[in-house]
């Protein structure tokens, strides 16, 4: 059983910058058709932040577009959240997700993201 272990997460002054990471233990990234990041601030819903799809290509909201840059790793298993220019409305819970082809998909436990004013 293939499981995604976030790590990277901590406190930052805004305009700072921070990359996440999201490590797939026991087995390769390739299995996934696609892998994203989400986010949940405390009383609001989780929200996507990034997505990468198996051949490279990213997409963001237009909240972190232009600040926000997912990649991946295969040789490492890992994909990565680089985070610049952060807000404090950036602060939240960060979640790694991959999506298998046939639409399964598993999360990562979360790291946290403060983000001071």
């Known amino acids: 059983q293939v499981q995604l272990v976030e790590s990277g997460g901590g406190l930052v002054q805004a305009g700072g910058s921070l990359r996440l990471s999201c490590a797939a233990s026991s087995g390769s990234i390739f299995r996934f058709n696609t892998m994203a990041w989400y986010r949940q601030a405390p009383e609001k819903q989780r929200e996507w932040v990034a997505i990468?799809?198996?051949?490279?290509?990213?997409n963001y909201p237009d909240s972190v577009k232009g600040r926000f840059t997912i990649s991946r790793d295969n040789a490492k298993n890992t994909v990565y959240l680089q985070m610049n220019s952060l807000k404090p409305e950036d602060t939240a819970d960060y979640y790694c997700t991959g999506t298998y082809y046939n639409g399964g998909q598993i999360w990562g436990q979360g790291t946290q993201v403060t983000v001071s004013s």
């Open positions: 990468v799809t198996s051949i490279g290509r990213s």
